[in-house]
T-cell receptor, first 111, second 112 residues
Framework: QQPVQSPQAVILREGEDAVINCSSSKALYSVHWYRQKHGEAPVFLMILLKGGEQKGHEKISASFNEKKQQSSLYLTASQLSYSGTYFCGTVPFTSGYALNFGKGTSLLVTP | DGGITQSPKYLFRKEGQNVTLSCEQNLNHDAMYWYRQDPGQGLRLIYYSQIVNDFQKGDIAEGYSVSREKKESFPLTVTSAQKNPTAFYLC???????????FGAGSRLTVL
């Protein structure tokens, strides 16, 4: 039931862009994105509920293709503070409630 | 400040012993969750509870038990039946609407 994330790891220089993908084999009600810094709890970034909806906050945005059960997280002009592990969490229509998380994408932004 | 408190932060246990991890929230959230995190495995759902006195198994419930006697509390017991209990355990809660999770700081369990 775990969604599949890609890539597993990314190394960027400050100012570069990155895309993290999340796909599910099940029809999805929603997709969530969280970021976890080393030794800390995951923190909510955003949620996408509608097909094709794109949401964003400053230089981090995401899209959700409801037909393909895929979501992408876009990080533009990356900052050092973006480093961490990014998780997508999905809620399939069939399971109804609790989030299923992917294995995560480790992002390292270097100076 | 509202939040989720997990205790203990670190716990060592001998094989064959049961241990209980505490999770308390003061966010007035109805739903609470337990996830297990292993390196490279992401977060895997153990149990969740949508209301008091009710809970459902997640993907990896075997060897674990929970109770939900109060809205604020959702303790997790790792029993001796759990074959590989060494892991980082995260408790979370969510309010009404779209299940946005607020996580606690986690408990790291090591079995010696």
């Amino acid at each position: 039931q775990q969604p599949v994330q890609s890539p597993q790891a990314v190394i960027l220089r400050e100012g570069e862009d990155a895309v993290i993908n999340c796909s599910s084999s099940k029809a999805l009600y929603s997709v969530h994105w969280y970021r976890q810094k080393h030794g800390e709890a995951p923190v909510f970034l955003m949620i996408l509920l509608k097909g094709g909806e794109q949401k964003g906050h400053e230089k981090i945005s995401a899209s959700f293709n409801e037909k393909k059960q895929q979501s992408s997280l876009y990080l533009t002009a990356s900052q050092l503070s973006y480093s961490g592990t990014y998780f997508c969490g999905t809620v399939p229509f069939t399971s109804g409630y609790a989030l299923n998380f992917g294995k995560g994408t480790s992002l390292l932004v270097t100076p | 400040d509202g939040g989720i408190t997990q205790s203990p932060k670190y716990l060592f246990r001998k094989e064959g012993q049961n241990v209980t991890l505490s999770c308390e929230q003061n966010l007035n959230h109805d739903a609470m969750y337990w996830y297990r995190q292993d390196p490279g495995q992401g977060l895997r759902l153990i149990y969740y509870s949508q209301i008091v006195n009710d809970f459902q198994k997640g993907d990896i419930a075997e060897g674990y038990s929970v109770s939900r006697e109060k809205k604020e509390s959702f303790p997790l017991t790792v029993t001796s039946a759990q074959k590989n209990p060494t892991a980082f355990y995260l408790c979370a809660s969510s309010g009404p609407g779209a299940n946005v999770l607020t996580f606690g700081a986690g408990s790291r369990l090591t079995v010696l």
